[in-house]
């Protein structure tokens, strides 16, 4: 399994970003996924989930009504759209595989999750 993060940098308070995320070495498309950040000190908080067929979605109170995630399975990859984005949302970005077929996680510890991407990093500054 590799998960491979892209698309993060630095913007302004305000901006927005896309990241995505590219699943191999599993049916992506049976799994439903996760994305998890760090901030700089803190610990790990669960952004947002979306199911194997991209038909439901599921926010954390930070990423409510800014964020947006989708999936494109015949491309094995996992996006996250970020608006409107604050100085709170810098940290590092990761997508999460969970162990079962059909579940969306909404955990953010390691231990609920199969695999893990090595991260990008959003940092949020003027």
């Known amino acids: 399994v590799q998960l491979v993060e892209s698309g993060g940098g630095l913007v302004q308070p305000g901006g927005s970003l896309r990241l995505s995320c590219v699943a191999s070495g599993f049916t992506f498309s049976r799994y439903g996924m996760s994305w998890v950040r760090q901030a700089p000190g803190k610990e790990l908080e669960w952004v947002s989930g979306?199911?194997?067929?991209?038909?439901?979605?599921y926010y954390g109170d930070s990423a409510k009504g800014r964020f947006t995630v989708s999936r494109d399975n015949t491309k094995n990859t996992l996006y996250l759209q970020m608006n409107s984005l604050k100085p709170e949302d810098t940290a590092v970005y990761f997508c999460?595989?969970?162990?079962?077929?059909?579940?969306?996680?909404?955990?953010?510890?390691?231990?609920?999750?199969?695999?893990w991407g090595q991260g990008t990093q959003v940092t949020v500054s003027s």
């Open positions: 999460a595989k969970p162990r079962s077929k059909g579940i969306v996680v909404q955990d953010a510890s390691r231990s609920a999750y199969e695999s």
């Open positions: 979306i199911n194997s067929d991209g038909d439901r979605t």
